[in-house]
């Protein structure tokens, strides 16, 4: 990483990892941002290269909320999600299981799961991101 500004260090880092990575997208969240490259299929136009991923990521920002986990421990889906399924706000999406106590994960909002980011029985970290809503 740049030892002039962490965050481009951080980027290039990110993209290098990208480029050698089969992965579609890569996500990294800190304390006070995020950064989540995305790769896209079919060929972009030269002069659009630079300007697309910004657009397309703050588009996509502003459509999509995650869900992240409450506390560390065990997740337990309320049932097996999967993407496209239709959640309300204050539906329960699963459970975390710690020191014998479960915390319920609930949809901040209504619309429809675009991605199941953790599987039922995995552990967890506090502030992992669970599940991705497109919000309606």
Do not use: C, N
């Amino acid at each position: 990483m740049s030892d002039e500004d962490p965050v481009l260090g951080l980027l290039d880092d990110l993209l290098r990892l990208a480029g050698s990575s089969s992965a579609r997208t890569i996500e990294v969240e800190a304390d006070d941002f995020a950064v989540s490259v995305t790769r896209r299929t079919g060929d972009v136009p030269a002069e659009r290269t630079a300007a697309a991923p910004a657009e397309a990521s703050t588009d996509h920002a502003e459509r999509t909320q995650r869900v992240h986990a409450t506390t560390v421990g065990i997740f337990s889906g309320a049932r097996e999600w999967k993407a496209g399924d239709e959640v309300a706000r204050g539906a329960v999406l699963g459970a975390i299981q710690s020191l014998g106590h479960m915390a319920e994960i609930t949809a901040p909002a209504d619309g429809s799961i675009s991605e199941v980011l953790v599987a039922p029985g995995a552990p967890v970290e506090y502030g992992q991101p669970l599940f991705a809503i497109v919000l309606r």
